[in-house]
């Protein structure tokens, strides 16, 4: 009988990553005590940037090489999904042009989202149920001069679960559930209010974390001694050091929190730090998986010959490279909407999306679906009825074409001061698509040295616009350059 685990992984950390010392420079006359945290980065997600999107492009990247016809069911963990009542994870499965029948769910209300949605597939799995592909992603907002702001981190993460030829075959899991309140968001409010630091150390995670790893390598017929990856969603200094010692586990095993480079990705970071885990294990190795929030789940997985096989992707440590340092904090807080700037009268259009229209278009607008004709092969966006080939205006000869994965080169470009932009300027050109296709898209995540004509781009799943009269976010995809 085949295995059920892992049968890939991916990740997606936004490009921006502010500098902590530009936090702290800006806040150090009212909060000077924040100094011992103002070092390194954290990754900030652009304006055209959100749980969806990043969740979409770590789906992307799980997904790579693998049939999307397979996938039965796609789950989003988080605490900051952008709808209250709209199923977001049904915008990623139309992002990602799954076939409809495949189920969607959201799952939210505790940091270990993620984790408890990860022992809910791998036990669905049992029952030979079509792989899931569970997806968490988080973008926390922080009040300006806290701990949060300099701590936190914005990413998604996922990964593929099923039976068959996995690269970490699931071993089994523990779970215990404690109304511990280390911290607190109520329905509607912007920030999270936290307990005292101590007392959440030594209570919650010295305390219910060294538990509840313990009961689950007795539970599961392990010791400490045979872990080799680590894994606990914390960035606190000492900490996973400290469980690691309680239970038995060799030091060289903890995995990098990744607190310096990105951040506490909360909801998202269990997943985030599995997927750095994969990315560097080999054949035979056991990984334990901690999560966290009003109780624990612990995870053990042993890896597989298969891992050795993965395609390549852009996982944890393409993202991380990918990064461009920035020191402009009063940007981060305007895009974070806690800097309310004027924004003259351009910002005044209407931005209303009928929702008749977003239904007919979903495959283009949210899919990015073009056609191509089956007559003559001319590759076109959006796709009708007519064909745009000079010479043979077939009609009714148009087939789906998905367009998201084909790289593309500039074709024409601008730079446009005088057009409302949360980031000004806004670039955005003619782009032609590898195989054939033609498209005025706007460019993101660029700076006047990334934009050339014949530059190498890809797309990806962004946010167009905000109906700031009817609290809807419109999506679209935007071309950005290949790293």
């Known amino acids: 009988m085949s295995a059920i685990g892992i049968l890939s992984y991916g990740a997606y950390i936004p490009r921006n990553r502010l500098q902590r010392q530009a936090i702290h420079a800006a806040n150090a006359w009212f909060a000077g005590g924040l100094r011992g945290l103002a070092k390194g980065e954290r990754a900030t997600a652009n304006w055209d940037e959100d749980t969806i999107t990043m969740a979409v492009e770590a789906a992307r990247d799980t997904l790579t090489g693998i049939d999307r016809a397979q996938i039965g069911t796609v789950s989003l963990a988080s605490t900051t999904l952008p709808f209250a009542d709209r199923l977001n994870a049904g915008v990623v499965k139309e992002a990602l042009v799954l076939d409809d029948a495949t189920a969607a769910i959201d799952v939210t209300g505790s940091q270990r989202a993620a984790t408890s949605q990860l022992i809910q597939a791998l036990d669905a799995a049992a029952g030979a149920a079509r792989p899931h592909l569970a997806?968490?992603?988080?973008?926390?907002?922080?009040?300006?001069?806290?701990?949060?702001?300099?701590?936190?981190?914005?990413?998604?993460?996922?990964?593929?679960?099923?039976?068959?030829?996995?690269?970490?075959?699931?071993?089994?899991?523990?779970?215990?559930?404690?109304?511990?309140?280390?911290?607190?968001?109520?329905?509607?409010?912007?920030?999270?209010?936290?307990?005292?630091?101590?007392?959440?150390?030594?209570?919650?995670?010295t305390g219910l974390i060294g538990a509840a790893i313990k009961a689950a390598l007795t539970k599961l017929g392990a010791s400490g001694s045979e872990i080799d990856h680590f894994i606990v969603p914390l960035t606190l200094r000492g900490v996973a050091e400290g469980l690691a010692k309680r239970a038995g586990v060799k030091p060289e095993a903890v995995v990098d929190s990744l607190g310096a480079t990105v951040g506490e990705a909360g909801v998202a970071h269990a997943t985030l730090l599995l997927v750095a885990a994969l990315e560097a294990a080999a054949p035979g190795q056991k990984v334990l998986l901690v999560g966290f929030g009003q109780g624990v789940d612990v995870l053990l997985f042993e890896?597989?010959?298969?891992?050795?096989?993965?395609?390549?992707?852009?996982?944890?440590?393409?993202?991380?490279?990918?990064?461009?340092r920035t020191d402009n904090y009063m940007r981060f807080l305007f895009h974070r909407g806690l800097l309310d700037l004027e924004r003259g009268m351009r910002a005044e259009a209407d931005q209303k999306q009928p929702g008749t229209?977003?239904?007919?278009?979903?495959?283009?607008?949210?899919g990015l679906v073009g056609g191509r004709c089956t007559r003559t092969g001319t590759v076109q966006f959006p796709k009708s009825d007519i064909g745009v080939?000079?010479?043979?205006?077939?009609?009714?000869?148009?087939?789906?074409?998905?367009?998201?994965?084909?790289?593309?080169?500039?074709?024409?470009?601008?730079?446009?001061?005088?057009?409302?932009?949360?980031?000004?300027?806004?670039?955005?050109?003619?782009?032609?698509?590898?195989?054939?296709?033609?498209?005025?898209?706007?460019?993101?995540?660029?700076?006047?040295?990334?934009?050339?004509v014949g530059r190498d781009m890809m797309m990806m799943f962004r946010i167009k616009a905000v109906d700031e009269v009817r609290d809807f976010t419109k999506y679209f995809w935007k071309a950005v350059p290949v790293a």
């Open 135 to 205: 997806l968490a992603a988080d973008m926390r907002k922080s009040r300006p001069a806290s701990e949060g702001e300099l701590n936190y981190g914005d990413a998604a993460a996922g990964v593929l679960v099923g039976r068959g030829d996995v690269i970490a075959r699931f071993i089994g899991s523990h779970s215990t559930t404690i109304d511990f309140v280390d911290h607190v968001r109520s329905t509607g409010a912007e920030f999270d209010y936290t307990w005292e630091s101590r007392w959440i150390r030594d209570e919650g995670y």
């Open 303 to 324: 890896t597989t010959d298969a891992i050795a096989s993965v395609p390549a992707r852009r996982g944890v440590s393409g993202s991380i490279a990918r990064g461009a």
């Open 357 to 366: 229209t977003l239904w007919r278009n979903r495959k283009a607008v949210l």
């Open 389 to 452: 080939n000079p010479n043979d205006h077939a009609f009714g000869t148009q087939e789906d074409y998905p367009l998201a994965d084909v790289r593309a080169r500039i074709v024409t470009y601008t730079a446009d001061s005088l057009t409302y932009s949360p980031n000004p300027p806004s670039y955005y050109g003619m782009i032609d698509f590898d195989g054939g296709g033609r498209m005025m898209v706007e460019f993101a995540d660029v700076d006047a040295d990334d934009v050339e």
